[in-house]
C-alpha cells in the first residue's frame, strides 16, 4: 500500500502538459487544496482576462465575438497560465500562487 504524500498531495503524473493549468484546477479542487471560493476568484479572474482580451481582438469596435474565436483566445490564455505555472517546484507552490496572486500577473512575460 502506497503511504500519502501529506506534503505533496497532488499527483504529478495526473497533470497534463498540454491542459496543465486546468488540470492543476482540477487535482488541487480533489485534494482539497482550492476553496470554493478560491475557485470562483480564479473564474472571475478568467472571465475578466477574457473580456480585456476580446476587447484587444475588437480594437474596442464591438462587445461581441465568433464563439470560435473567444474559445480561440481562452484556449491561449489558459496555456499561458499553465506555462507559468510549470515554473514552479511543485504542484503545491504553483496552487498557493494561484490563490495570492491576481491571473493578469501569470500573462505578463518579464
Given at each position: ?15 497534463s ?29 478568467l ?59 501569470f500573462?505578463?512575460?518579464?
Amino acid at each position: 500500500m502506497e503511504t500519502p504524500d501529506i506534503l505533496h498531495p497532488i499527483k504529478k503524473e495526473l497533470l497534463s502538459p498540454k491542459y496543465y493549468f486546468q488540470s492543476l484546477i482540477e487535482q488541487a479542487r480533489f485534494c482539497g487544496l482550492l476553496s470554493d471560493r478560491d475557485l470562483s476568484v480564479i473564474q472571475t479572474d478568467l472571465l475578466l482576462i477574457l473580456a480585456e482580451q476580446t476587447d484587444k481582438w475588437n480594437r474596442g469596435e464591438s462587445s461581441s465575438i465568433p464563439i470560435e474565436k473567444a474559445q480561440d483566445i481562452m484556449t491561449s490564455i489558459l496555456f499561458v497560465i499553465g506555462i507559468q505555472l510549470k515554473s514552479y517546484q511543485t504542484p503545491e507552490q504553483a496552487v498557493d500562487m494561484l490563490k495570492s496572486e491576481s491571473l493578469k500577473n501569470f500573462l505578463k512575460v518579464d
